[in-house]
């Protein structure tokens, strides 16, 4: 009989779950900030980088019931999981904006 312990299956990292997006897609984008000049183009500019058809015309702005914060819902063609995160990754280290939902 041998003193050597059985060996240990490695086990291989699980594969990524299915999307349940079907790419490509219209997909929104809130971005909330406060309320200060320079906010909306800045998002304008970011979605512009990740989808060059993006249309600023399609933005909706919502403003806090203060009127110290805005809401500005963006609608990006989405192509990809990883264009999703690095637009989100994009906006949420941008200075002027608070959070991204």
């Avoid at 060059?52 to 399609?58: E, G, K």
């Avoid at 806090?64 to 994009?90: C, F, H, M, P, W």
């Amino acid at each position: 009989m041998s003193d050597t312990p059985p060996s240990t299956p490695v086990s291989s990292p699980s594969p990524e779950p299915p999307s349940l997006i079907i790419y490509p897609c219209a997909f929104p984008i809130k971005v909330m900030g406060l309320k200060v000049e320079g906010l909306v183009h800045a998002i304008s500019h970011i979605a512009l980088q990740f989808d060059p058809q993006f249309d600023a015309a399609t933005i909706e702005l919502r403003e806090s019931k203060g009127g110290k914060y805005i809401g500005v819902t963006i609608t990006i063609n989405a192509t990809s999981r990883e264009q999703l995160d690095e637009i989100y990754r994009t906006l949420s280290t941008h200075p002027m904006v608070k959070v991204v939902l």
